[in-house]
């Protein structure tokens, strides 16, 4: 779970002592991903109404269509990196020309109003960042990093590049939003392998984001349907990394099983709850024993 960015003068440092920690309430920083149609958005049904914002990037409402919450539609990358600084708060480790500083912030604030407007709002729901990823690509090549100094022709390295650096920046800044759980919704994406061997992976532009995003954020959980033998299959949640069918998961709050209820506010509760046992637990593990060494010819040999 994530922590604020520290707003303390640079140069300040201070011990958080143990009872402060424990007494923090940090939100969950997640990415719910599955199949076009599996039912990711329809989770907000799931989540209390009055106390979720819906970012709304997809413009696929239809599933949540009577859903009686807030919903901000985003429809450019600036706008998304501007909600992000005004959800996440300023970051001051960034230079005064850098998006998320102070000045972006209070620019921010101007436009959109107090933030103390988002203090009814436990979670952040974002739908999708595969869409998030297109509007930022689309804003990239437009920018001179992705234009060649040598030819002034488009140079889509240099876009690419640029659409790595500023999804990090922007997935960061949202992990680090204090006391409000961030949900972000992206599409699987499933491929076959040199040997014919299915993979999954997250639809998004560009690869550093996508092999970056699991170490960002919290809880990686894929909706899929589950087969089952002489059975319907179900649709449940995927939540551990070793699990047998090689969708793309992750737990960091070590409280989840590999299959949960498709449930995303149930699933909330259950990763709050205090651990059945300490977490040093965990790591304790039998190992096999020593299979016993067979003599071979020559020492059989010398010993006779």
Known sequence: MSAPFDSRPPGGFRIITADERMAERRGIKGVLIGI????????????????????????????????????????????????????????????????????????????????????KYDTIFVDSITVASRLCLQWCKGQPQAVSDRSGKPDLRGAYGLLGQEMIGWLTHLQHTPDKNVWLVGLLNK???????????LQIEGSKTGLELPGIVDEVITLAEIPREKEAPYRAFVCTTLNPFGYPAKDRSGR??????????????KIRRPLASPPAAQFQVA???????TPTTSTTAQEG
């Open 36 to 119: 076009s149609g599996i039912g990711k958005t329809s989770q907000l049904w799931t989540l209390d109404a009055g106390r979720t914002l819906f970012i709304n990037l997809e413009a696929g409402e239809l599933a949540v269509q009577g859903w009686p919450g807030d919903e901000v539609r985003v429809r450019s990358w600036e706008m998304a990196r501007d909600l992000a600084c005004w959800i996440g708060g300023p970051n001051p480790a960034m230079r005064p020309d850098q998006p998320y500083d102070t000045t972006h912030y209070e620019r921010v604030c101007a436009a959109f109003g107090s933030p103390e407007q988002l203090a």
């Open 191 to 201: 491929q076959l392998d040199d040997f014919n061997r299915p993979y999954f992976s």
């Open 256 to 269: 989840l099983a590999t299959i949960e209820e498709p449930h995303l506010g149930r699933l909330m509760e």
């Open 287 to 293: 190992l096999l024993a020593a299979a016993p060494a």
